[in-house]
């Protein structure tokens, strides 16, 4: 018998190399790493009676192309199906958090259906997945770090109203995401966000958003144009960083505090309003963003105007 199973229904270890397997009625659970690293492994069927898939349960196990996840599932603990070979997963109704790192480096995995029940998504959860697109439901409220970084086929992502919270580095390096809007509700894009994503042309922000993070949106290099809502106190440092087809920034508040090289190498910006103080503080002109030239009177190489500050 290549299940190991404890008198508390745990199937706790598979020693088998079997390509399809069956787990028992009977079992209530599966153990944390149970079956990692069965390579063999192509199709798994659930039976009813299991109700908590323990952490690293299917880890690496790269042929699994195939699983049925029962209704009465509960729990699925982190990093589950790490690097799985599904490509589509449907979230059972009783889960309401998708725990860190359940899903990072399933590299096949292209459609997740999720239900209404879904509140939280944590760390890592879809990091480094095929995931094409996604919708996410109305119930979620927060999207923890690094949730769909890396997913270099994500094309689309629709975030409800009612999410708070964007963390680190959600979205970076999602290098086919062509545009995203922001909620009402949100106030806070994290740290290095959507930093790499280089298709990104449009980005839409509420005005309920008060900061944005280091390096949120650096090297989008696709991005032409950006309006910083009144809301906004902060821009994090290097937030715009190499933005090199950034034209046109507009920043609606004047007591928003830009950081440090906030939009540094955005050579291309010819229209702006409220970056004159951001440019005093760089050294750069403040008429045109421009770098000064000369040892005693210096001027603008872009525009010609002497330096006046
Ligand atoms: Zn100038």
Redesign the pocket.
């Known amino acids: 018998m290549s299940f190991q199973i404890r008198d508390n229904g745990e199937l706790w270890l598979y020693t088998g190399s079997s390509a399809d397997i069956v787990i028992p009625d009977g079992v209530a659970s599966i153990g944390e790493s149970a079956f990692k690293e069965s390579i063999n492994l192509s199709s798994v069927i659930i039976s009813n009676s299991v109700t908590d898939i323990g952490a690293y349960a299917f880890q690496e196990c790269p042929n699994l192309k195939s699983i049925n996840i029962p209704d009465n599932i509960e729990n699925i603990e982190e990093h589950a199906f790490m690097g799985c070979g599904f490509t589509f997963f449907e979230v059972p109704y009783s889960i309401s958090v998708i725990q860190k790192g359940v899903f990072s480096g399933c590299s096949s995995l292209e459609a997740v259906r999720f239900h209404d029940e879904i509140e939280s998504i944590m760390d890592y959860a879809f990091y480094s997945t095929g995931i094409k697109s996604v919708i996410l439901p109305n119930g979620v409220r927060y999207i923890g770090d690094s949730c769909f970084g890396a997913c270099e086929s994500l094309e689309s992502i629709v975030i409800p109203e009612g999410v708070a919270h964007i963390g680190a580095s959600c979205f970076k390096g999602c290098t086919k995401l062509k545009s995203i809007v922001i909620p009402e509700g949100v106030t806070y894009i994290g740290d290095s966000c959507f930093e790499g994503c280089c298709s990104l042309e449009t980005v839409t922000l509420p005005a309920t958003l008060k900061s944005i993070g280091k390096n949120a949106f650096a090297y989008c290099k696709s991005l032409s144009s950006i309006d910083i809502p009144f809301s906004v106190n902060s821009i994090g440092t290097d937030a715009f960083y190499f933005c090199e087809n950034l034209t046109s920034v507009n920043i609606s508040s004047a007591e928003t505090h830009i950081g440090k090289d906030a939009f540094f190498l955005c050579n291309k910006l010819k229209c702006f309003t409220g970056l004159d103080s951001y440019f005093r503080s760089m050294k750069m002109?403040p008429?045109?963003?421009?770098t000064f030239k000369g040892l005693v009177t210096k001027k603008?190489?872009?525009?010609?105007?002497p330096k006046d500050y």
């Open positions: 002109c008429y045109c963003g421009g603008c190489r872009k525009c010609g105007k």
